[in-house]
């Protein structure tokens, strides 16, 4: 759903100061993420990146840089003093630029991480069904104490008649289980008209955007409420404990909707599943597995246990044993890789390709079918279909200045032990024996050996320990 009407504001310009943390408190991740990209990820579900407003203050060049790439327009709030105050800068910004202002005007918090699509369908949807001045997101707790309450004219009816402080509340109003979120959504001239009236006579000396509730009621203006299906949606994190507790939440959400696909995860509240990972159905996550970035598995394969996987692709029937960690790296189907294998970035394996106990490979392509099943590093190489790689092989790619490459052909045997010193060519169907090491390109189905001559010296041992035995008799 995007509604050109509509615009968004985030509001992300705030420290976070209870966090001790040197980092913006929306850069913070869980999930994968950085809080605020959570956010902008719901906020562009309801309008394109062009009407997304991100206000920005503390660290601001850091958090610009950080979600630059959504393709959202920043303004800058220098001074924070309140909410209101960050509308009142965004106004100022509109009527500087000239840019039409929109309709109406959803605003969230940078912090809100778990905010669902779906509610802000919602509060979207009955904004202007009810033809209201001013919605509020609101959620039941198990305990409201230290929130802002959200006072309804009836118990069950829609409309509110004010949002109280939690330090304002009369004594009738103290039982109030309904908070306010901070998200909202305004007829955006009605917010405006009413902005230049707010005052910072309250404890905190602080602009508050929610003093335009009393406002609006105060004319006949509908300002309604919709309560969200979870707390945890709308509440933001202002401690690190806070922010782990939604990080759990956020991880357990992912891996109850892979779980609903057809993916088998036993202890799922053991394994790390970042937001944005896809896998397949019949594909079975044991115990203690990360799957973290934009990690997508394909069907029907298995991970074992504390493999940790990163912004990888991994196809059909694969199976990953073991302890693995791979980076940025894909995976055909039908491979088998590890236990303890280790994929650093741009490493292709390909379909039916084993890569075994403490492989390494590095900016390398494993042909289909290909073996490297032992003890063996893999570096700027591309290696072609059907080659066995033995135990304790190297491709020596770096001179100290330069990183160079090893092209390997099909059919190729490689000995255990052998080092291949790019850069180097070897050839279709090429034999190299074991401990070789090769420095010069080797011909299609030819036989290469690089190793020194062994000599035997029968007696040697016997000769020798005669020898020290006569020097400690004397």
């Known amino acids: ?28 991740e869980i999930g994968g993420r950085a809080l605020l990209l ?40 220098p001074e924070q003093r309140g909410t209101g105050h960050a509308m009142q800068v965004l106004k100022a910004d509109f009527e500087l630029s000239g840019a039409s202002l929109p309709k109406h005007l959803l605003v969230l918090s940078g912090d809100v991480p778990l905010i669902r699509p779906e509610t802000l369908a919602a509060v979207h949807d009955i904004h202007l069904r009810e033809r209201a001045a001013m919605t509020i997101l609101t959620a039941i707790p198990e305990n409201p104490t230290g929130y802002g309450r959200v006072i ?4 069950d009816g829609p409309y509110v008649t004010a949002i109280v402080e939690q330090k304002s509340l009369m004594p009738d109003q103290l039982s109030a289980p309904e ?30 955007l929610t003093d335009v509730a009393a406002m609006l ?81 394909g069907s029907d394969s298995r991970i074992r246990s504390y493999s940790v996987i990163t912004n990888t692709t991994i196809g059909d029937n694969v199976t990953v044993l073991n302890g693995c960690i791979f980076d940025n790296s894909e995976i055909a189907n039908n491979a088998i890789l590890g236990p303890y294998a280790r994929l650093r970035p741009e490493s292709r394996i390909g379909e039916g390709a084993h890569i075994g106990n403490f492989v390494e490979t590095k900016k390398t392509t494993v042909g289909k079918g290909s073996k490297a099943n032992h003890l063996s590093y893999l570096g700027d190489a591309v290696i072609g279909e059907r080659v066995n790689i033995g135990a304790g092989t190297i491709t020596c790619n770096y001179d100290g200045v330069h990183k160079h490459r090893t092209t390997i052909g099909d059919g190729v045997f490689v000995g255990s032990d052998s080092n291949l010193v790019a850069p180097v060519t070897i050839g279709d169907g090429a034999y190299i024996a074991a401990g070789s090491s090769i420095t010069e390109d080797v011909p299609e189905g030819a036989l290469a050996l690089g190793r020194a001559r062994q000599v035997t010296k029968p007696g040697w041992v016997t000769a020798r320990k005669a020898s020290a035995n006569e020097r400690k008799s004397c």
Do not use: W
Request: proline fraction near 3%.
């Open 1 to 28: 759903m995007t509604t050109p009407d509509f615009a968004i504001a985030i509001m992300a310009a705030g420290k976070g100061t209870r966090l001790k943390s040197k980092r913006p408190k929306v850069l913070h």
């Open 38 to 77: 959570h956010v902008i990820a719901a906020a562009k579900t309801v309008v394109s990146a062009e009407h997304i407003y991100c206000i920005i203050g503390h660290e601001s060049d850091r958090v610009r840089t950080a979600v630059a790439h959504t393709g959202i327009q920043f303004v800058l709030q």
């Open 152 to 155: 309804r004219a009836t118990p």
């Open 179 to 208: 908070i306010n979120s901070g998200i909202y959504c305004f007829e955006t001239r009605a917010l405006f008209s009413h902005l230049n009236a707010l005052d910072t006579d309250n404890a905190h000396g602080e602009f508050y």
């Open 217 to 297: 009621v105060s004319e006949g203006k509908r300002v309604v409420a919709v309560q969200a299906d979870s707390v945890d949606e709308v509440l933001g994190a202002n401690t690190i404990a806070e922010m782990m507790h939604l990080d759990a939440a956020m991880r357990l959400a992912a891996a109850k909707r892979l779980m609903a696909e057809g993916v088998t995860i036993f202890r799922p509240e053991t394994c790390v599943i970042d937001s944005e990972v896809e896998v397949g159905p019949d594909t079975v996550i044991e115990p203690y597995v990360q799957l973290l970035g934009k990690t997508t598995i």
